[in-house]
């Protein structure tokens, strides 16, 4: 056996075994193939075999039918699940995102040659521990290089979605994209438009986390024309020049801003519209002779929210990415009381303290070489200090936090659950924001009546 079958996990060992014991052929293909060849850990594991789904599941005990019209299988093994498919060539793509009708097929090249890159267009016999690459998958491997199995046309023209990942793998994998399949994708952006958003936002996600310079595939997005259909409204952002405190356009400083950040799906996709709304607000001003993006951040947030929805995006994710990038510019000075840091906190919420901090670093290091980068990062680092040391005293952040509740402000004003009840508690806790020690019960219950008066 060759080194590459000893990396294959038993699950996969077993199931090969199992199918040509039965006469029939059995590859590990696709993106575990290739991830193996790169020494990377595949996420999954695929199989291609000329037996049909029905011979598939009268050799394992436990197969869940996950796509058997399209001749797939998963095969339910003690350490993994494992897709199992039968070879098979695909019909036209009328709706450009699924094949009309498949046809099995009884060989591994007939197949292969269907797939989208050939870097994924790679069978792996662990019998002999042999390759079938008839498109030069491993070459490209040696080269880098994503390059479209074929005519890239034709392949775009099947499924509109391999545009997307065609800049997906090439971010991912670092590599680059061969010119002629580049040139392709601007010709299939209205293939690429019929996508569900859902698809679309999976494979953007997937770029964003599971690259380490997701700018990598984002510029490519930019130049062939899918990110001004994904994500119009940051594509218009290249090439908007900002003021003395930048030294990039808005485009420019975002792909900074995200690659500087955690590979996060919330933090990196607020990174990524954090200044979106910066063109829309864009004006100068002739007291600077500068430029200014007043209330970008409320901009950007809506923007966010809206494209966010469009993509049908979960509500726990919008709401977070929005509350990020709607509190990301933090106007931090030394001047600031601990008190003001307590409503800070209090304001943009504990839970999201540490997150606003990591994207406020990158926004200020995303500013490039000016006079002010480093002063920012040493604002947001005093910042943080301070962050900690009030925290670490676990002040009253939230009415629930009050040493008395609404039952004793009921009992003590004698009133029933109200407006006023509210009242008195902000007001009792604007109190306690400015001074900690007044949180006790012998020191609030008090106070009470006095508040009451005032609100």
Not at 294 to 316: C, F, G, P, Q, T
Not at 325 to 342: E, G, K, P
Not at 379 to 397: F, N
Request: glycine fraction near 6%.
């Amino acid at each position: 056996m060759s080194d590459w079958t000893s990396h294959i996990p038993h699950g996969a060992v077993t199931i090969c075994a199992t199918l040509r014991e039965s006469s029939f052929a059995a590859f590990i293909v696709g993106g575990a193939m290739r991830d193996v060849l790169m020494n990377r850990t595949p996420a999954d594991w695929d199989i291609a075999t000329s037996a049909r789904p029905d011979d598939v599941i009268r050799l394992f005990p436990k197969v869940v039918l996950t796509g058997i019209q399209h001749g797939t299988v998963t095969v339910v093994l003690p350490d993994g699940n494992y897709e199992v498919t039968t070879f098979r060539g695909e019909g036209a793509y009328s709706d450009g995102r699924r094949p009309d009708s498949v046809t099995f097929l009884d060989n591994v090249v007939d197949d292969l040659a269907r797939r989208d890159f050939t870097i994924n267009a790679i069978a792996g016999d662990l019998a002999t521990g042999e390759m079938v690459d008839p498109f030069d998958g491993q070459g490209d491997i040696e080269r880098a290089l994503i390059r479209a199995v074929g005519d890239p046309d034709a392949r775009f023209s099947e499924d509109g979605l391999r545009t997307l990942r065609a800049a997906r793998f090439a971010a991912m994998l670092e590599f680059t994209l061969d010119p002629n399949t580049e040139a392709a994708i601007p010709r299939h952006l209205k293939t690429f438009a019929k996508v569900s958003v859902e698809r679309q936002f999976e494979e953007v996600a997937k770029l964003l986390v599971k690259s380490r310079l997701p700018s990598w595939g984002l510029g490519i997005m930019l130049q062939t024309g899918l990110l001004q259909v994904v994500l119009p409204e940051l594509a218009v952002s290249f090439g908007v020049v900002q003021n003395k405190y930048h030294a990039f356009d808005v485009f420019e400083h975002t792909m900074y801003v995200v690659d500087l950040l955690p590979p996060n799906l919330v933090l990196r996709l607020a990174g990524l519209l954090h200044d979106v709304g910066k063109p829309t607000v864009k004006a100068w001003n002739d007291k600077t002779q500068d430029w200014t993006f007043y209330n970008h951040e409320d901009v950007s947030a809506k923007i966010a929210d809206k494209w966010l929805r469009r993509m049908k995006a979960s509500n726990e994710l919008r709401e977070e990415v929005v509350a990020l990038v709607q509190n990301h510019l933090i106007l931090y000075s030394s001047d600031w009381t601990d008190a003001a840091v307590r409503r800070w906190v209090k304001r943009v919420g504990p839970c999201r303290v540490h997150d606003l901090l990591t994207m406020a670093h990158a926004d200020a290091k995303g500013q490039g070489d000016t006079p002010f980068t480093v002063a920012g990062q040493q604002a947001i680092d005093e910042l943080q200090e301070r962050v900690t040391g009030v925290m670490s005293e676990q002040p009253a952040l939230d009415v629930c936090n009050l040493a008395i509740g609404g039952d004793d402000i009921m009992r003590i004003l004698s009133v029933k659950p109200g407006k006023v009840v509210g009242q008195v508690k902000n007001a009792l806790l604007e109190l306690v924001l400015e001074q900690p020690e007044l949180n006790t019960r012998e020191v609030l219950e008090p106070l009470v009546l006095e508040v009451a008066r005032k609100v």
